[in-house]
């Protein structure tokens, strides 16, 4: 009797262990493991080298149409070349196999440096490393039509996307680094298996980081091991299988409430930093070609780019390239944010300058693609000016993103979307994205710290994700694209949409109704060294600054008074722009290499030599002195204890051998201004050994080893005794090898005690003080910052204090109680503090990294100290830092005769400053006068002038005349109203009147 068959065992599940299944996932992908049977090993099928391969090197960056014209000569894979800041051209031969008809064709090129490939003489493609660029397509599925042969040239910088430090990212150059060349192949790219890898990569990733209490991590890990199961690596039948498993659980929906993620490409490109100027012109192209090659492939891309300099050097360099560009703005997807030049620093440039980068970025912006930007983009800057809401507002942005501020050191910053309130009341929109960064790569642990970080959950429900490698250029990849194409929509994570700026800032305005305001300064708690490090660059900003204000003042006066003065234009936007891209963060912030600081002085000091000193004059700046005033300056000889006092009529003095103060206060008054047994203008050195950032940090630590500079050289002595001037100098040594010498200067009248100071700067790794302790006692010492002043603890209460340890500020520092105070002049420096009764200026520091010769060498500065009854508004503390930076300019007797007494304007209020006159930008029969309210008061000011004006209206920023802004021209001149530090711009029509000019601009030219 047969038996009956058994019946069918039912297919049993496999028990899956997690952490095998993972690393059994894990290492069918790998790079490195199992590569000879795994899906990675399958991604490049067939290789096939170069058919020939030659080059030549230069020193120079040169254009293509003269690299071509050189002798090539052979080159192999596996050649170096070299030194750093060379370039080398490489002349390509390909030839693709028939055999590889219907298959996509990559061109493979690796190195150690930055490449760009040229084809038909346009670049079309960036490779570098670093940035995950290694291969250009050239076709997707070869065709028989197509050519098979072809000549590309590869130009190669001799430096990283980082360029070439020895030993570590931001050490100083290595000069004689080599670069190798390891591939220049053509190989056959197998999509189907990167597509394959991108599903298993994100599946892998949503296992992981979901966590094992998560129901999703396990859907995603038995999905991916299905799929490991499903696919023959070497039988791409296989793979739809494996496709439609993750297809299933990539299409599986978000719930309503999800937060939605607005991701934009980007590529944040330094100026300048670990890389001259000229070399940043190349990593735009190599970058830019790149995103366009992206676009033309991907019709979702978007992109947001910043710094008008860098649109004007491609358009310059690389026209093909930029009117691609041009044509994919105009879509609305190559988008130029920011508004600025450059991505200026955002403490140390003037109120004028922000104003300049805002107007010269908007107006080329508007020029070249028909759009201002209405967001402010600064995303890598070292903290934010409190001034910065009202010039935003005035120059047409609401907007503004950054996420720097996720640096701090001590404390959290609690917010990351908020409005942000200046110190006029001015309120912008501001976004950090929570990912605290600007360089996303599209993977899922990026997303879920993005909605994990954001905190301000339940106010809102939108943010950004920008992606691309940045700092060195770089910018997206297809693979970032990828990625985020499979998290569109998919539960358990968060919606991710490729977007804009402007779509994004638009849905978190519509959402704003709960947010938070933070009012002030956004202070960024680490690389508070950049407001000292390279001196002569700071001093090199304030003297051009200067040098500006003056030549467009002077020029702007000649062309009301004579209608044959020819206003600089050109000239003057040239040298403008030259300052506004050494603003850039982090040039003017001394964070650079040594070239970028060589390229810095050199443009400074082209700016400095249109500067005609000996031709013009210009009225204001130092205080007027009688021939009656001079006897009222003494200088007592001096003393057995080597101590001398100076007076004069305003101020009296005491020195002590060392040129230190002991005694200062004001003349009819008892009131001391040092504390006994305490000196004045103490010098002190300092340990200056950050964690790790050199050129941009110094450490709270640093202050638990100051020691007091007391070697003496040269005791005080008499250098003038009296008369208009009286000095004494003296001679310090300081640390091991360097020296210091003092003038301390006391002027006829003047209410402050100057201090011309010289040193010879030596040092390592050490930070210079000048220290004066005060017989005031304060809660807050206020400081100058663009168009105001802002107040700062002076204890350290909380955390938030005494991350403040070492802040910036501009041309003064006051400390002061009810009646009497004393202020801290300067005219070139910017780090200070203030702690209990002290008040400390910031001289010079001595980093090795990234420029190990910064700050070696003579420095020449001054600095000033003023004693003053009542506040400092009052006693003219503003306008003594103005006479202090803005020096009268003699003019030789031999050269003019001296004019009748003139005033070309004039202000009613003490409280109004008037800080510029210059040209309208789009009406040569006009100028423009911008004013600020400078005490923190609400003030009527009557604005009186001389000139010809026979129209006045209130304008923007960006010279654009507001809405019912025209102003009666009144017997006592224009009516202005001002709220505290409100900054005002009068755009002023003139009759052109045909006079001879004034003595002080008949000779001037730029």
């Known amino acids: ?49 170069a058919a020939s391969l030659s080059c ?190 993750a297809a299933a659980i990539f299409s599986q929906r978000n719930g309503e409430s999800q937060h939605t993620i607005h991701a934009v490409g980007h590529c944040h490109i330094d100026s300048a930093w670990l890389w001259p100027y000229e070399e940043t012109i190349r990593k735009c192209a190599r970058s830019w070609v790149t995103v366009v090659r992206l676009m033309e ?177 770089g910018g997206p990849t297809q693979k970032m694209l990828d990625r985020m194409k499979r998290m569109s929509d998919t539960d358990g994570l968060p919606r991710v949409q490729i977007s804009t700026p402007d779509r994004l800032f638009s849905v978190l305005e519509k959402e704003s109704s709960q947010l938070c305001t933070w009012v002030g300064e956004l202070f960024l708690e680490l690389h508070n060294g950049t407001y000292t490090t390279q001196a002569q660059i700071k001093k090199g900003n304030r003297e051009c600054e200067r040098i500006l204000h003056d030549v467009e003042v002077l020029s702007a006066l000649a062309l009301a008074r004579s209608s044959t003065f020819q206003y600089p234009t050109s000239e003057l936007q040239r040298l403008w722009r030259l300052l506004l891209l050494n603003q850039f963060h982090d040039v003017l912030p001394g964070s650079c290499i040594q070239l970028v600081v060589e390229d810095a002085l050199r443009y400074y000091a082209g700016e400095q030599g249109v500067w005609m000193g000996e031709h013009w004059v210009l009225a204001g700046g130092a205080p007027e002195v009688s021939t009656l005033d001079c006897q009222a300056l003494w200088v007592r000889p001096v003393q057995e204890d080597g101590s001398i006092t100076m007076e004069n009529g305003v101020i009296a003095v005491c020195l002590d051998s060392m040129g230190r103060l002991t005694s200062l206060h004001l003349v009819g008054s008892e009131r001391e201004s040092v504390p006994e047994g305490c000196y004045a203008n103490q010098f002190a050195l300092f340990d200056d050994v950050p964690l790790y950032w050199d050129a941009w940090d110094v450490m709270d630590y640093h202050l638990e080893t100051r020691k007091p500079v007391t070697t003496l050289l040269k005791p005080l002595e008499i250098s003038l005794a009296g008369g208009l001037r009286g000095s004494a100098s003296f001679s310090l040594q300081i640390g091991k090898s360097s020296t210091l010498t003092q003038e301390i200067i006391l002027d006829a009248t003047c209410p402050y005690l100057r201090f011309l100071t010289q040193v010879e700067w030596k040092e390592a790794h050490k930070f210079l003080k000048v220290e004066f302790p005060l017989l005031v006692r304060s809660t807050n010492a206020t400081y100058e910052i663009q168009f105001g002043h802002l107040q700062r603890p002076t204890h350290w209460n909380t955390s938030w204090d005494w991350a403040r340890f070492e802040v910036w500020a501009h041309k003064w520092l006051d400390l002061s109680e009810h009646g009497f105070g004393v202020a801290l002049l300067n005219d070139c420096k910017y780090g200070a503090s203030a702690h209990r009764n002290v008040l400390s200026l910031s001289l010079l520091r001595a980093p090795k990294s990234p420029d190990a010769t910064a700050d070696m060498g003579h420095h020449q500065f001054t600095y000033a100290v003023m004693p003053h009854r009542g506040s400092f508004q009052d006693a003219g503390v503003i306008q003594c830092a103005y006479n202090l930076n803005f020096p009268l ?31 309208a930008e789009d009406s040569p029969g006009a100028m423009v006068v911008r004013l600020y309210e400078a005490h923190g008061s609400t003030v009527v000011a009557w604005l009186r002038t001389s000139l010809p004006v026979q129209e006045a209206t209130l304008c923007d920023l960006l010279e654009r005349p507001v809405a019912g802004g025209c102003l009666p021209l009144e017997q006592r001149g224009i009516r202005l109203s001002f709220t505290p530090f409100r900054v005002l711009s009068l755009l002023l029509v003139l009759r052109r009147m045909v006079t001879q000019p004034p003595p002080w601009a008949a000779s001037s030219s730029v």
């Open 1 to 49: 009797m047969r038996r009956a068959a058994p019946p069918p065992q039912p297919k049993m599940a496999a028990l899956k262990h997690r952490r095998t299944a993972l690393e059994r996932v894990e290492k069918f992908i790998s790079e490195v493991y199992f590569t000879d049977c795994n899906l990675r090993g399958r991604l490049f099928g067939d290789r096939c080298p």
């Open 56 to 245: 030549f090197q230069t020193p120079r960056r040169i254009p293509y149409d003269e690299a071509v014209r050189q002798e090539f000569t052979p080159a192999k894979v596996g050649d170096s070349f070299g030194p750093t800041w060379e370039t080398c051209w490489f002349k390509v031969e390909l030839s693709i196999p028939p055999t590889w008809a219907g298959r996509e064709v990559h061109f493979v090129w690796e190195s150690d440096g930055e490449g760009m490939v040229w084809r038909d003489a346009q670049p079309v493609q960036g490779l570098t490393k670093e940035g995950e660029k290694t291969s250009y397509i050239l076709t997707s599925s070869l065709k028989e039509t197509e050519p098979h042969s072809m000549t590309l040239y590869v130009e190669l910088a001799c430096n990283g996307l980082f360029g070439a430090g020895k030993g570590s990212m931001i050490a100083p150059p290595d000069p004689d680094r080599r670069f190798t060349l390891t591939k220049a192949e053509l190989v056959i790219f197998n999509r189907d298996v990167y597509e394959l890898l991108v599903d298993l990569e994100i599946l892998l990733d949503m296992a992981q980081l979901l966590g094992e209490e998560n129901q999703r991590s396990f859907q995603a890990l038995y999905t991916a091991n299905q799929m490991v199961n499903v696919c023959d690596v070497s039988d791409p039948s296989t793979f739809p299988a494996a496709r439609d498993l």
């Open 297 to 473: 492939c991907n019709p979702e891309l978007t992109f947001a780019c910043s710094q008008a300099q860098q649109f004007e050097w491609v358009r310059s360099w690389y026209p093909g390239l930029y009117a691609q560009i041009q044509d994919f703005v105009a879509k609305g997807r190559f988008i130029p944010v920011g508004g600025t030049w450059v991505e200026m620093d955002g403490n140390l440039p003037s109120g004028e300058s922000m104003v300049r980068q805002f107007l010269q970025g908007q107006r080329f912006f508007q020029e070249q693609f028909g759009q201002i930007c209405s967001e402010f983009w600064l995303p890598d800057t070292f903290g934010y000016s409190a001034q910065l809401p009202q010039l935003m507002r005035g120059c047409g942005i609401r907007r503004f993103l950054t996420q720097k501020l996720s640096w701090n050191l001590v404390n959290t910053f609690p917010h990351h979307t908020f409005f942000w309130e200046g110190i006029d009341g001015s309120r912008v929109l501001t976004h950090f994205p929570p990912g605290n960064s600007y360089e996303m790569h599209g993977r899922v642990e990026e997303m879920l710290k993005t909605v994990k970080n954001n905190k301000d959950k339940g106010r809102v429900n939108h943010s950004a994700f920008l992606f691309g490698f940045g700092d060195g250029g």
């Open 889 to 919: 300019h003699p003019v030789p007797a031999s050269s003019a005769q001296c004019p009748e007494a003139w005033s070309s304007f004039s202000v009613s209020s003490p409280a109004v400053v008037l800080e510029t006159v210059k040209q």
